[in-house]
């Protein structure tokens, strides 16, 4: 144990030696000095127990001079000696921070027993610090794991995902913080979750790719890797940023990136371990909560069809809701209805009709994506839910469903009379609703409205689209031809408005409509418009960069008359017009039958060669 070290202050040679030999011998370790300065010096430069001074110093009075000292050295007591004369200087001295003082002459007994209870004292001090800081420590980790204790009430991965944040901010003090979980599909992939505080959503990047991160992100990789710090990409919050990785046994399951700490200052050290530890628990809560989601995967299942019930799908649909008014994304719903399902009920066995509707279930999940949920609602209808999926991606996928179910052998070898006439109806979050109930009722709109519609009344599902216009213009009835040249107007007008709705845009102008287009795409310029614009026109107008058009002659659509289609997003329309009519009056077809619009769209751009949704 090393001894007790002093240091000692008066101008006089022999009570220093005095005090030096005196000390020496009860087992101290002493420094004498002889004046204000090098007795200051020496508090700068060394860590003393115990400071004895002399008052009557020159240079300084006594209470100036433990005032000096007290600021140079906060630690150690400061013993004044002093006078029979000066013990009003002396309790001067201890207003400004002496701790005690002693009468000269000095006697042995007295200093030993001074010094003795100044170092019982300091002993005492520094144990009830220990202990307090132990107690601090723990009752800071009795909170931890109370706070951690919780995170596994919750099964939820969304639902955890924002908790994990919200401990992580409380941890570390910061203001913001988003997260980043492994995808139950492609574990090598990690998708935002969850949010907390002072973040874009909508500038954060939507995965991360372990496969593809970027260089500050290189340590996620390390299968032992700790909390790490990196700069704040271009998505709100500035400066540094902690990365907390979520790891179970090597496993990353997760990455949080907290921001804007209190007050501005940088995350140290402590935060660093608060992170890891709190981490610790956040994995193996969020590791149980993808268990979780997996299990009622397999459980909540169909036993005909082998897909999802439709309480579970409603359950998912209802965090895909969340999610997507949180961060700002599309899904949609799928809807398949087999309408005369119920007429082979009589024909079937009970067997033979599950065999049956497994079977169309099977060719379902053919068409999906590894992140799409199936479901059977019964035995005449499917539901299907499509993440990260806007309107023209769900008529794409819908198309898909109709065409392979309608060619599958369960409907194929059916007999005519018994075989269900298949419907398929799309809807969006959230522009057909923004609630779970106003989207069911949506599709079962749609679904009503398909088996009414006129694609199926004019018989135009297998035609062409210039067989279709034939039809349609059969159909027509008079009207103004301003109001196809005002119509064209507005939905040119609609797309500048709407520049971040996808869609497709097919007009065939002909002389008519020639300045209706070239205003609508002036109107455009500068922007930077997800619709696709394709126009039917002889002559091709170079002096539009960087918009979306494709030029093609009339030709290869069978010379047709002039017509706008608009599908997407947005409501969907279409118009042709009698190309022969001259003066003010002409024939007109306009619609907003979204299967019939669908169709036309699709069609047009299956007899161009252009790939729709691309």
């Not at 005090?19 to 370790?29: K, M, N, R, S, T």
């Not at 997407?568 to 907003?592: F, K, M, N, Q």
Request: a negative charge.
């Amino acid at each position: 144990m090393s001894r007790t070290r002093i240091l000692a202050i008066d101008d006089q040679l022999y009570f220093r030696v005095y005090l030096e030999d005196l000390l020496d011998q009860e087992g101290y370790e002493v420094t004498t000095v002889s004046s204000v300065d090098e007795a200051l010096a020496q508090a700068e430069r060394g860590s003393f127990d115990v400071i004895l001074t002399d008052l009557a110093m020159p240079g300084a009075d006594g209470a100036e001079l433990v005032r000096r000292l007290r600021e140079r050295a906060s630690e150690p007591a400061i013993v004044v000696l002093t006078g029979v004369g000066d013990v009003h200087v002396a309790v001067e001295a201890m207003k400004v921070g002496a701790t005690d003082y002693l009468l000269k002459p000095i006697d042995r007994a007295v200093l030993a027993h001074t010094l003795d209870e100044l170092l019982q004292q300091r002993q005492m001090r520094e144990e009830h610090a220990s202990l307090l800081e132990e107690n601090l420590e723990f009752m800071g980790a009795v909170s931890l794991y109370e706070r951690a204790l919780a995170l596994f009430s919750v099964l939820n991965p969304e639902t955890l995902a924002d908790r994990v944040v919200e401990g992580l901010c409380l941890e570390t003090h910061a203001h913001g913080g988003v997260l980043w979980l492994a995808r139950t599909d492609d574990p090598q992939r990690l998708k935002l979750t969850g949010a907390r505080g002072l973040v874009r959503v909508e500038q954060e990047t939507e995965e991360l790719a372990l496969d593809a991160l970027p260089e500050a992100l290189a340590p996620l990789r390390d299968p032992e890797g700790g909390p790490f710090e990196a700069d704040v990409p271009d998505a709100g919050g500035e400066g540094r940023a902690l990365y907390v990785p979520l790891r179970l046994e090597g496993r990353l399951l997760g990455c949080a990136r907290l921001t804007d700490k209190v007050d501005g200052e940088a995350f140290d050290e402590l935060d660093h371990a608060a992170a890891g530890k709190f981490a610790g628990f956040a994995a193996r809560a969020v590791f149980n909560a993808l268990e979780m989601r997996a299990l009622e995967r397999r459980s909540f299942r169909d036993p005909v069809t082998k897909t999802y019930t439709r309480a579970y799908f409603d359950d998912v649909a209802r965090n895909e809701l969340q999610k997507a008014s949180r961060f700002g994304r599309l899904f949609s719903f799928l809807a398949v209805e087999l309408d005369g399902a119920s007429r082979l009920r009589g024909k079937l066995s009970d067997a033979e009709m599950a065999h049956w509707l497994e079977g169309l279930a099977f060719q379902i999940g053919r068409c999906l994506r590894a992140t799409d949920l199936l479901a059977a609602e019964s035995e005449s209808r499917f539901c299907m839910l499509l993440p990260e999926t806007d309107a023209l991606g769900a008529a794409i996928l819908k198309r898909r469903v109709r065409a392979t179910l309608e060619r599958s052998e369960g409907l194929q070898n059916l007999d005519p009379a018994d075989r269900p006439a298949v419907g398929v109806a799309s809807a969006t979050h959230p522009a057909d609703g923004t609630e779970l109930d106003e989207v069911w009722r949506a599709l079962t709109l749609r679904l009503a409205q398909d088996r009414g519609s006129a694609l199926r009344s004019l018989e135009l599902g297998s035609a062409s689209f210039q067989a279709c216009l034939e039809t349609l213009l059969g159909e027509a009835r008079a009207g103004r031809a301003e109001t196809v040249e005002q119509v064209t107007r507005f939905l040119l007008a609609e797309i500048a408005r709407r520049p971040h709705e996808r869609g497709v845009f097919f007009v065939a102008p002909g002389p008519s409509l020639q300045g209706a287009l070239r205003d609508g795409l002036d109107a455009l310029r500068g922007l930077e418009p997800r619709t696709e614009i394709v126009v039917l026109d002889e002559h091709k107008d170079a002096t539009y960069p960087g918009l979306p058009i494709t030029w093609v002659e009339p030709g290869r659509a069978g010379d047709p008359p002039p017509f706008v289609v608009r599908f997407g997003e947005g409501a969907p329309y279409a118009l042709v017009r009698d190309a022969g009519a001259d003066g003010d009056e002409t024939a007109i077809y306009h619609t907003s039958d979204r299967a019939l619009v669908e169709q036309l769209a699709f069609q047009l751009g299956s007899d161009l060669g252009i790939p729709m949704g691309e």
